[in-house]
């Protein structure tokens, strides 16, 4: 059973954390102070580990607002060995009034499963330690508070160390240099191959291969091949006058062009026309 938002933590126990016995056969008692410090009133029961071996005076009690309780702790006594782990506890919760009976309250379970669930109850444990066996703890807790108050700081120190680390380091790969990528491309009439790969500087031809692809460059474009043909404007000679000849000649072919082959071609030298034909031909 715990507290919620430090609920009744005004109801103060002096001491707080343990009480101390003697490891004797003989009863033992210790006294512990609890004042009411709240606006209302409380209501308390006391419990210990070992019902046999520890008593409570009073068991259950009442406290109204200011007022103060002694509450006696008895202990029979050891006969064997003491027990080191045992504790008594003590279970606080509101009351509307000082006027009510505290022990008919706490014997209803009910209304106490109901305050466990609305988190309205305080519980304090108080340690039994028995003097020279188990007395140490109470040193022994402090030291580990210090150590763990150590350990803590020293874990915040280590975030805030790797924070810093962190910030360093990319600031550091911010003011960095991005680097920088060239590209080279490929102009049209060099290698596939991959021979000159590593070699970026540029080719320049030889003279006389560059003189024999501005030939080979049109002066200009051609144009669209229409797959017809063209009248030649002009007649043939010797051709020209033929559909004015008379009848005998019509048919006849002429020398000038129906002749034997040229003596520059190989062949013999055409005759020359006959004055007649060269007649009809001028007319």
Not at 50 to 59: D, Q
Not at 136 to 142: I, L, R, S
Not at 196 to 221: C, F, G, H, S, W
Request: aromatic share 6%.
């Amino acid at each position: 059973m715990t507290s919620k938002d430090g609920f009744l933590r005004d109801v103060l126990f002096n001491p707080a954390k343990s009480v101390t016995y003697r490891p004797i056969p003989n009863k033992q008692m210790a006294e512990v102070q609890v004042s009411n410090n709240e606006q209302t009133a409380i209501i308390f029961k006391w419990k210990s580990t070992r019902p046999g071996m520890y008593k409570m005076r009073p068991v259950y009690g009442v406290l109204a607002p200011g007022e103060t309780a002694n509450i006696s702790l008895f202990c029979k006594g050891v006969k064997d060995q003491a027990p080191l782990t045992d504790h008594f506890s003590c279970v606080l919760a509101s009351s509307p009034s000082a006027n009510v009976n505290p022990e008919s309250i706490w014997s209803n379970h009910k209304y106490q499963q109901k305050l466990a669930q609305s988190g309205k109850l305080r519980k304090l444990k108080l340690k039994i330690l028995y003097l020279g066996l188990n007395d140490q703890e109470k040193d022994d807790d402090k030291e580990k508070e210090k150590d763990k108050d150590k350990e803590e700081e020293d874990e915040e120190k280590e975030k805030d160390k790797e924070k810093q680390e962190a910030m360093k380091k990319k600031k550091q790969a911010d003011g960095k240099k991005k680097p920088t990528l060239i590209m080279f491309t490929r102009k049209e009439g060099d290698s596939l191959s991959g021979e000159d790969e590593n070699d970026n500087t540029p080719t320049v031809a030889a003279p006389a291969q560059q003189n024999i692809m501005d030939l080979l460059k049109p002066v200009r474009n051609a144009g669209v091949f229409q797959n017809q043909t063209q009248a030649n404007p002009q007649p043939i000679p010797g051709y020209q006058n033929q559909s004015q000849l008379p009848p005998n000649l019509a048919g006849t072919k002429s020398p000038a062009v129906g002749g034997s082959k040229s003596p520059a071609m190989g062949g013999t030298k055409s005759p020359a026309p006959n004055k007649s034909e060269s007649a009809f031909s001028s007319k």
